[in-house]
């Protein structure tokens, strides 16, 4: 299984940007998907996630603002960011479980700076 993330950047406080992560595999067979980000000198964290045993979840931080979605047709997951906050800014890692093995992606950057 790979995991390719695309769309991280620089933006501005307050602005929106989508990421997208492409899988080699059907999106559909994966237990769970998501999205994780990492700050510096932060633990990785949870942001977004669909599983098949509860559902879509979010973190706390993001709630309200950030939207977890997928194109099962296309084996793509998206993650809309809206009202993007400094806090925001960190590495953001697609993720996914199939047969208990774990997978990431290498992660795309983004910014939130004025």
């Known amino acids: 299984v790979q995991l390719v993330e695309s769309g991280g950047g620089l933006v501005q406080p307050g602005e929106s940007r989508r990421l997208s992560c492409g899988a080699s595999g059907s999106i559909k067979s994966f237990n769970v998907i998501g999205w994780y980000r990492q700050a510096p000198g932060k633990q990785r964290e949870l942001v977004a996630s669909?599983?098949?045993?509860?559902?879509?979840s979010y973190g706390d931080s993001v709630k309200g603002r950030f939207t977890i979605s997928r194109d099962d047709a296309k084996n793509l997951l998206y993650l809309q960011m809206n009202s993007l906050k400094p806090e925001d800014t960190g590495l953001y890692y697609c993720n996914a479980h199939l047969l208990g093995l774990e997978y990431w992606g290498p992660g795309t950057q983004v910014t939130v700076s004025s």
């Open positions: 669909f599983s098949r045993s509860v559902g879509i």
